[in-house]
């Protein structure tokens, strides 16, 4: 199995992959004849995190990450998926707004990729900007199935217009490997504005006295972790020159985990979230990403030196968890300098004053842990019910052209990254405060918490809103919504 030793530079400027002419056992599409532009493989390879450190998971097209696919809004592709593996598959095209069955969620009724089989998709990518593409195949207790393998690559669908003011791209895939289960965590909680609601956290409370088991569940902890699938050190360094400015388009691909992001003496000058303009750029120290959020954000090169781009959490980081950037001309040890303390707030990026437009309904979904209760994992439920993978019951009905609010409420301790699929929404109201402007498919909600987004029934079809922590969705955090 030779091993991939592309360079981040390349990856950066990634070329599409050539499609081979595909041998189709079946087919969605009309058009077998026609070549498709892209082809993914799934199949078992191995990734040089390090000299010392190669692991063997699933992967696309042999790599990690999976090949950066540049799409142009509105331009039908086809992508030929060729599943290699022993156990069908799926691939979900997160931030797109296509229809359910090319979607890639079985609970909206894609089909699978069967095994040693091959599938082809076809859909008209939109919106423009940066998104990405994952398995969404259940986990449960195997660690060696869904996100927790390297099943993960970025899209970009370029806009029809493009204002960038920037000299450079570069994509960073922020990624753990070798996972395990433990008894509990180390979730951080000082990454979110607001404050825990009491009532949230009494709910909290009762469930915890009514769980069966005194202990929490298992989580998941990782051996690596790395960038663009290299540990802090390895690979090549982002290089860069004095007075550059350059674009990061930054993707948390973990499975169950919050990021950070600093580089030392320099900010962050937040451009889009999850691919979509902010009405308010503004400059952070410091990115906090949820997972499979993504945040593209400019760095100006006003400080020259060798740094670490890196995780705030030393531990993560010293496993691997950053990446070198180098000034021309300058050598010596990477440096790493700890931030001040920075909680992120999505409203920052918001219209000022903003008002957002009155819902025609609100629907509200309490969030409820109960412990260890799923053969020693933590079941999850939203309003009492834990989502069953076997009746894949509706929960809500959409009417079309209506605008929905949507109010979570966490009685759990833990940031849940909430995702919709096939739409996006407007953030509302973020730690106890209004918001308007911020389009997002992805929000991290804090422990004891609310949030509040309001999305558009604007593409019928079967939709699923889940938690994108695998644990968390595998065990009972999901809801599907039909259209009547
Ligand atoms: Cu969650």
Redesign the pocket.
């Given at each position: 199995m030779p091993i991939n030793r592309r360079s981040l530079l390349k990856f950066a400027s990634a070329i599409p992959m050539i499609a081979t002419a595909p041998n189709l056992a079946w087919t969605a599409d009309d058009n077998a004849s026609q070549k498709a532009d892209y082809t993914l493989r799934i199949g078992t390879g191995l990734v040089e995190l390090a000299p010392d450190h190669i692991v063997s998971t699933t992967l696309y097209n042999g790599q990690f990450p999976g090949p950066l696919l540049r799409f142009k809004e509105g331009q039908r592709v086809v992508v030929d998926v060729q599943n290699d593996t022993d156990t069908p598959e799926l691939v979900h095209w997160h931030g797109q707004m296509i229809p359910s069955d090319v979607d890639g969620a079985a609970e909206e009724g894609s089909p699978f990729v069967p095994a040693h089989g091959m599938s082809r998709i076809a859909f008209v990518p939109r919106p423009a900007g940066f998104r990405f593409y994952h398995t969404h195949v259940v986990a449960g207790a195997d660690l060696n199935r869904g996100t927790y393998t390297g099943q993960a690559g970025p899209v970009y669908i370029e806009p029809k217009e493009n204002p960038g003011a920037y000299d450079r791209e570069v994509f960073l895939v922020l990624k753990e490997f070798e996972p395990s289960l433990s008894r509990g965590g180390d979730m951080a909680s000082d990454a979110l504005v607001g404050a825990p609601i009491a009532t949230l956290q009494e709910m909290g409370k009762v469930a915890d006295e009514e769980a069966k088991s005194t202990s929490k569940g298992f989580e998941v902890g990782y051996e690596l972790f790395s960038i663009n699938g290299r540990t802090l050190g390895q690979g090549d360094p982002i290089r860069v020159k004095d007075g550059e400015r350059v674009l990061f388009h930054v993707l948390n691909a973990s499975a169950t985990e919050i990021r950070s992001l600093a580089l030392p003496g320099h900010v962050f000058h937040v451009v889009a979230l999850d691919g979509n303009p902010v009405p308010t750029p503004a400059d952070v120290p410091v990115l906090w990403l949820g997972?499979a959020e993504r945040i593209s954000a400019v760095v100006e090169m006003r400080h020259p030196g060798v740094w670490v781009m890196g995780d705030l959490a030393d531990d993560d980081r010293s496993h691997g968890m950053g990446i070198v950037v180098e000034y021309a001309g300058k050598t010596g040890k990477p440096q790493w300098a700890k931030p001040k303390p920075f909680r992120w707030d999505y409203r920052q990026f918001g219209k000022n004053d903003g008002t957002p437009l009155a819902p025609d309904e609100t629907i509200e979904m309490t969030?409820v842990k109960q412990n260890a209760a799923e053969h020693g994992f933590n079941r999850?439920t939203l309003n009492g019910q834990a989502f069953s993978m076997d009746t894949m019951t509706p929960m809500f009905t959409l009417h079309q052209g209506r605008r929905y609010r949507l109010r979570f409420r966490n009685a759990?301790d833990?940031?849940?990254?909430?995702h919709l699929h096939r739409h996006s929404f407007e953030l509302t109201r973020v730690g106890g405060k209004p918001t308007a402007g911020v389009i997002k498919d992805v929000v991290m909600?804090g422990g004891f918490q609310e949030v509040e987004m309001d999305f558009v029934a604007d593409n019928p079809g079967d939709t699923l809103f889940h938690?994108?922590?695998q644990?968390?969705?595998d065990f009972g955090?999901m809801a599907l919504f039909k259209y009547a």
């Amino acid at each position: 199995m030779p091993i991939n030793r592309r360079s981040l530079l390349k990856f950066a400027s990634a070329i599409p992959m050539i499609a081979t002419a595909p041998n189709l056992a079946w087919t969605a599409d009309d058009n077998a004849s026609q070549k498709a532009d892209y082809t993914l493989r799934i199949g078992t390879g191995l990734v040089e995190l390090a000299p010392d450190h190669i692991v063997s998971t699933t992967l696309y097209n042999g790599q990690f990450p999976g090949p950066l696919l540049r799409f142009k809004e509105g331009q039908r592709v086809v992508v030929d998926v060729q599943n290699d593996t022993d156990t069908p598959e799926l691939v979900h095209w997160h931030g797109q707004m296509i229809p359910s069955d090319v979607d890639g969620a079985a609970e909206e009724g894609s089909p699978f990729v069967p095994a040693h089989g091959m599938s082809r998709i076809a859909f008209v990518p939109r919106p423009a900007g940066f998104r990405f593409y994952h398995t969404h195949v259940v986990a449960g207790a195997d660690l060696n199935r869904g996100t927790y393998t390297g099943q993960a690559g970025p899209v970009y669908i370029e806009p029809k217009e493009n204002p960038g003011a920037y000299d450079r791209e570069v994509f960073l895939v922020l990624k753990e490997f070798e996972p395990s289960l433990s008894r509990g965590g180390d979730m951080a909680s000082d990454a979110l504005v607001g404050a825990p609601i009491a009532t949230l956290q009494e709910m909290g409370k009762v469930a915890d006295e009514e769980a069966k088991s005194t202990s929490k569940g298992f989580e998941v902890g990782y051996e690596l972790f790395s960038i663009n699938g290299r540990t802090l050190g390895q690979g090549d360094p982002i290089r860069v020159k004095d007075g550059e400015r350059v674009l990061f388009h930054v993707l948390n691909a973990s499975a169950t985990e919050i990021r950070s992001l600093a580089l030392p003496g320099h900010v962050f000058h937040v451009v889009a979230l999850d691919g979509n303009p902010v009405p308010t750029p503004a400059d952070v120290p410091v990115l906090w990403l949820g997972t499979a959020e993504r945040i593209s954000a400019v760095v100006e090169m006003r400080h020259p030196g060798v740094w670490v781009m890196g995780d705030l959490a030393d531990d993560d980081r010293s496993h691997g968890m950053g990446i070198v950037v180098e000034y021309a001309g300058k050598t010596g040890k990477p440096q790493w300098a700890k931030p001040k303390p920075f909680r992120w707030d999505y409203r920052q990026f918001g219209k000022n004053d903003g008002t957002p437009l009155a819902p025609d309904e609100t629907i509200e979904m309490t969030i409820v842990k109960q412990n260890a209760a799923e053969h020693g994992f933590n079941r999850w439920t939203l309003n009492g019910q834990a989502f069953s993978m076997d009746t894949m019951t509706p929960m809500f009905t959409l009417h079309q052209g209506r605008r929905y609010r949507l109010r979570f409420r966490n009685a759990s301790d833990d940031i849940h990254p909430l995702h919709l699929h096939r739409h996006s929404f407007e953030l509302t109201r973020v730690g106890g405060k209004p918001t308007a402007g911020v389009i997002k498919d992805v929000v991290m909600l804090g422990g004891f918490q609310e949030v509040e987004m309001d999305f558009v029934a604007d593409n019928p079809g079967d939709t699923l809103f889940h938690c994108h922590q695998q644990l968390h969705m595998d065990f009972g955090f999901m809801a599907l919504f039909k259209y009547a």
